[in-house]
Structures are given as C-alpha cells and as structure tokens.
C-alpha cells in the first residue's frame, strides 16, 4: 500500500483568533512532501505545539491574502533562515502572491539566505506534477484574488509484494513489465502480469477556505476523499455570509452532498459558536451525515 496523507490542523479559527483556535494553517505530509496550507499569526509556534518541525516545509500553498491566512509568512520565513535551511521554498498563490512576497522580504531584514520562488496560479488546473501526485486550483469568489486547492494521489498499478517473493522474480526489468501489463518468461516459465498486479485508486484533498458560493466547487472536490472548508457561519447567517463572500455551513454539507465526496471536514470556525459547536456540525450533518469539525491541532490520516 502507499504512505498515508497525514494533515495536521494547525490553525482552524476565523478572522480574529480565540483562546482554542488559532489563525488558518494546514499541514499535509505525504511521503517526502510537506505542505503548508495558508500561515496565519502564530503558525510557528503551532508547529511546536504539534511536535513538527517547520523546516521541513517545500511547499507553501496560499488561499488569499486576508491577514488571518498570511500574517505568519514574515516570522516563519525568519525562522527558516535561522535554522539554517537549506531547500528552494516553494511559495504559490493567486495574483499578486509575487508582489506580496517582494514587500515581506524588503520589509523584514532576514538573516541567512535561502532561494525563495514563488508561483502565481491565476488559471485553473495543474500547477505541479510529479509520478505519484498533482496539485491542482481553481479560482473562488472572496472579493479578493483567491485560489482552492485539490492535492491528488494519482491512480497506480501496483505489485503484490508476497507473490513476487514467492515467485522468485529478480528486481529489474521483468517487474517492470509486469507492472506495464506485459506477461515474462522466466527460468522457461511464464509470469502472467495480472497474477501480481492490482489497481489502487488515488485520492484527492480538497482545501476550499474563504469564499462565496458559486458554481466551481462542486466539479473541484468532486469524489474528493476529504473536503476540508470554511465554516464561518450557520445557516441562519447565510445572507451575512453571502454579503462578506464567505459560505454558510448549509451551503458547504450540499456541496459535500452532491459531490460525493466522502468525508467533510469543517474548519475556519468563528468564535461565535465556540460555546456550542453543535449548532455547525449538526446542522452539516442533517445534510450530510460524514461531517466533522475539527480543532486546533487534530490530525486526519487517509
């Protein structure tokens, strides 16, 4: 089987943080891939707190340039540079994400030297693309230059490991072919493909922070294995949503709903509900029944 996606919530309050619930942060680790989804103010001492080291980081994905999602940009690229890290830091964003960037470096004095290289992904579709995965955005409706992320584990043909021991095949060439569909002869013996190769299906992350309802969501988390969105308000805020270009949480379960996808994760939650959690994710869940709420520092393994 492949390794795990491992996301870590290191931040899941709204514009103004709480004593429970920091500003926006997502960490998704899968194999030697560490990203991090918005940084919001007291993203760093997030890390710590869940026991993760932030030089680890290659890729930092941002949803918008609102405060809550980017003030721990400048501290978090400080530190870096004294920890001595040694990578090329990976920055995408929406339009204006390069200018932004220029500003914080100009504007804070960093000691030590790292390359920094930064994306402006205006146009949907893929971004970054490797064997074994994608990145992928689409443009949402916040008043602002504002992106969705899809990370997706690609679709493989794998070996069963035991009866390629059992079989006695040699590592090279021949196991290439299998894993291609091709039968091999071996020894005189015939190896057919299909008796060790099986199919895994991939999966996709769907991140979907500040935005309004519109048409795009639906078709870019479609059959996503989870959707993590906002939650800033209940459904009998939906027009106050609407005005502040945010979704209500009725909004986000019928997305979930006709999407299929498998599980909602809710997060970005204002402090007006902190005493009673219930009204978001009952209501998420009279609609769409796999709806969770998450806090600061959970993790989800998928």
Request: hydrophobic share 35%; proline share 3%.
């Amino acid at each position: 089987m492949s390794n795990k996606i491992k996301i870590t919530f290191l931040g899941t309050g709204d514009a103004i943080p709480s004593a429970r619930r920091n500003h926006s942060a997502i960490f998704l680790n899968y194999d030697s891939e560490n990203i991090l989804i918005d940084c919001g103010e007291g993203t760093q001492r997030q890390f710590r707190k869940a026991g993760l080291n932030p030089c680890k980081i290659n890729r930092i994905l941002i949803t918008h340039w609102h405060g809550d999602h980017v003030l721990g940009i400048p501290g978090l690229l400080q530190t870096l540079a004294l920890s001595g890290y040694n990578k090329t830091l990976y920055i995408y964003g929406p339009r204006g994400t390069k200018k932004y960037v220029e500003e914080i470096i100009k504007i804070f004095k960093f000691v030590g030297k790292y390359e920094i290289k930064v994306e402006e992904i205006s146009n949907k579709g893929k971004f970054y693309e490797t064997s074994d995965f994608y990145l992928e955005a689409e443009q949402m409706e916040h008043g602002t230059p504002a992106n969705a992320y899809n990370f997706v584990i690609k679709d493989k043909m794998r070996i069963d490991k035991k009866k390629l021991e059992k079989s006695k095949l040699p590592l090279g060439p021949l196991i290439k072919n299998l894993k291609e569909g091709k039968d091999v002869i071996y020894n005189g013996k015939k190896y057919k493909s299909k008796d060790f190769v099986y199919f895994e299906k991939g999966k996709k992350i769907s991140v979907v922070l500040d935005t309004a309802m519109n048409p795009k969501i639906e078709p870019f988390v479609k059959n996503s294995e989870l959707f993590i969105c906002e939650s800033s308000f209940g459904s009998e805020l939906e027009k106050e949503a609407r005005e502040r270009m945010h979704m209500a949480v009725n909004q986000t379960a019928n997305i979930a709903k006709k999407a299929k996808v498998k599980k909602l994760i809710l997060t970005h939650i204002s402090s007006r509900y902190e005493k009673n959690l219930n009204q978001i994710l009952n209501e998420a869940k009279k609609i769409f029944k796999e709806s969770y709420l998450v806090k600061d520092l959970d993790v989800i393994e998928v």
